[in-house]
């Protein structure tokens, strides 16, 4: 059974969702992305 591994990946989007959401919420998205890359 993947549920496991499921149950993981979900986490994991879910982390980077958050995260990603924080980041639109300020704004400046785009000037995040250039200060990261």
Known sequence: ???GME???LSLNG???V???GI????GTLE???DVF
Do not use: E, T
């Open 15 to 17: 982390a980077i969702l």
């Open 24 to 27: 639109v919420v300020r704004g």
């Open 1 to 3: 059974m993947l549920n």
């Open 32 to 34: 995040c992305i250039r």
């Open 19 to 21: 995260v990603f959401m």
């Open 7 to 9: 149950s993981k990946g």
